[in-house]
């Protein structure tokens, strides 16, 4: 009961202060971007470092930290808020890992929020995943999918947040929770993963961590079933326009449930997400423009 008015206060400090506070972050963003798009893109949205994949990290954080500042929380607080406000946005993982790489103590100090969150949103799922099972039209299916994978984010953004901490920081509710970690790496030069099929139970909380050893940069996205050339020409369609760099060559489409965003080589990318309820093959594509027909795997949820 007590949160209630919290979050409203907070919440509206946040709309209050987001516009001006994260003007200096989005400026810097919005000169390269303008200088990108001026003589092609005139309605392209303007850049916006807390929603948009193509923002480099240092900027999101010093958004994220301004907001923090002006109302007067922690930066996990703030970032907890903004990934509230964020469901379908294409930042969503680049949030969550601002989220869980906040120091211990203010991850404890939010410990009690998380967990709820957490929890509020498996009701969600159990909710969703009940709407599933009584209709059967592609559409409503779809619609859904984009529904459920919203109130998963948050859920899994939580977890992640939570066993960011050390294991005896962890809120007892945690012991309950069972990350599966899928490691994955991709293969110089060859536009692959290896492994690149997955087997995990409906509803589990799944990891992915993904080396990239190549020279270039990979995603991964993890998609409706039967969605892959679909989603693998959008996303080659989106390769051809300025836009697409700055949307990382995801495709605007409710059939992309989750998104590790572009990886520099020699780094590794990391994706927390709850698994989908419903049974099924669930391609995962690195929407790069051009690996899509040979960068593929399966995430296979039975
Ligand atoms: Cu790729």
Redesign the pocket.
Known sequence: MKFIPYALCVGALLIASKHSSAQNASETANHSHNQATSAAVSDAPKTDPLRDAGVVQTERVAALTAIAKSASISIAAATLSEIEACDACLARNDLATILAAQPAADLKALAPTLVRKANESTKDSTKDSTKDSTKDSTKDSTKDAANTSASRFVKAACVRAIFALPENERPTEAAAWKPVTLKTTTVPGK?SWDPKEFIVSPNSIVAIEMSNPDS?Q??MLVCSPGSLSEIGVAADKLGEGAIGKQRQYVPDSPKVLEIMGLTAPNTTGVLWFIAPAKTGTYPLV?T?PG?WRM?NGKLKVQ
């Open positions: 536009m270039m990979h995603n690195c790069y690996h960068m």
